[in-house]
């Protein structure tokens, strides 16, 4: 069954902007996200080895379908602090489109991974933890939520941080690709894609939000487990979207429309206007020259080579330079 956007009068979202979604036969509402040129260029500003990119972009993707969902002008921040290789991920999301991004890593310990084989994103993060981070503006209580890094994805992550933070079942996918292009005469150039769904569901009755309590863990032997049926609509909306395979969420062919179509058509799937996202840094001279005033004059000092002082940001890269 075909999808023609044109006859349905929906313009596709097309690359790099966020659209929601609901099946409102299933109590279901989403997002959905495809990459393009905005991943591309952060990526290629920073230059990174390519498991390290790859994590990022899972990162960036998740963030972007958290960060979204903000119905107030404010920042989502989504930042991991681990023992692993990448020691540390932030992907700073600014109301309503500016996304930016940065790593920190051990390259040695990076490396090492690679000629393992075993450079997967849980091995490169480790154990630590995650914080989602919302603030609200000025004069706002921020708010953040915290989830332990055991050795899981991304993915994993946001199910968890829901899960005990909100009390909303929530599903989600992330996929990151490549793609090569033969130029020319010789040699070929690399496309970085990625792509994301998150579902969330939220029915009207609140007895059908009910959930099993959490593992109890060490508890001692014997201990009965709460469990409960999940609803049955929920059923149904987990199991449609474990079927999407990455090839689906990082092919630039595939829309995020079609994409819903073939999850949802069954029972019938909502679009609501698309979120445009940039690749754009809060940086300036201004705010860094406020933030160098708070320094003592020794501390210029030390900061001063040759007669300057050089700043740079390490989301874009800028630099900024003032006399020492």
Same mark, same amino acid.
């Given at each position: ?23 409102e ?16 260029s ?15 972009a899972?990162?960036?993707? =998740?963030?972007? $379908?958290? +960060?979204? &969902? *903000?119905?107030?002008?404010? #920042? ?6 681990t /023992?692993? !290789?990448?020691?540390?991920l ?18 040695g ?36 939520? =915290?989830?332990? $890094?055991? +050795?899981? &994805? *991304?993915?994993?992550?946001? #199910? ?6 909100? /009390?909303? !079942? ?25 792509g ?32 409960m ?42 679009l ?11 940086c ?14 020794e ?26």
């Amino acid at each position: 069954m075909a999808l023609n956007l044109e006859e349905l009068g929906i313009a596709p979202a097309g690359l790099d902007a966020v659209r929601p979604f609901a099946v409102e036969g299933l109590d279901v509402r989403g997002r959905s996200v495809a990459f393009g040129p905005v991943l591309q260029s952060i990526l290629d500003r920073h230059d990174y080895p390519e498991p390290v990119s790859r994590l990022l972009a899972e990162a960036i993707v =998740l963030a972007s $379908l958290l +960060g979204t &969902s *903000l119905k107030f002008d404010g #920042r989502f921040t989504l930042q991991t602090q681990t /023992q692993g !290789p990448v020691s540390m991920l932030v992907v700073d999301f600014a109301s309503p489109d500016a996304i930016r991004a940065c790593a920190t890593f051990d390259t040695g310990r990076v490396e090492a991974l690679v000629k393992a084989g075993k450079a997967t994103p849980e091995a490169l993060l480790g154990h630590g933890h995650l914080a989602m981070t919302i603030d609200q503006g000025q004069h706002m209580q921020r708010y953040q939520g =915290l989830v332990e $890094l055991d +050795g899981i &994805s *991304l993915e994993e992550v946001a #199910r968890r941080y829901f899960d005990r933070s909100e /009390q909303i !079942p929530t599903e989600v996918r992330l996929g990151v690709g490549e793609l090569y292009t033969r130029n020319e005469g010789e040699g070929h150039s690399k496309t970085w894609t990625a792509g994301g769904i998150l579902i969330q569901f939220l029915p009207e009755a609140p007895e059908r939000l009910r959930q099993a309590d959490i593992d109890p863990g060490d508890a001692p032997e014997g201990t009965q487990l709460h469990e409960m049926e999940e609803d049955d609509a929920w059923v149904e909306a987990k199991a449609l979207v474990d079927t999407v395979q990455d090839v689906e969420l990082t092919d630039p062919e595939v829309s995020v429309e079609m994409l819903l179509f073939r999850l949802f058509h069954e029972r019938g799937v909502r679009l609501f206007d698309p979120q445009p996202l940039s690749d754009k840094c809060r940086c300036s001279r201004e705010k860094i020259e406020g933030v160098l005033s708070g320094f003592s004059v020794e501390e210029k000092d030390e900061m001063t080579v040759d007669g300057r002082i050089v700043v740079t940001c390490e989301f874009c890269n800028a630099k900024y330079e003032f006399d020492g």
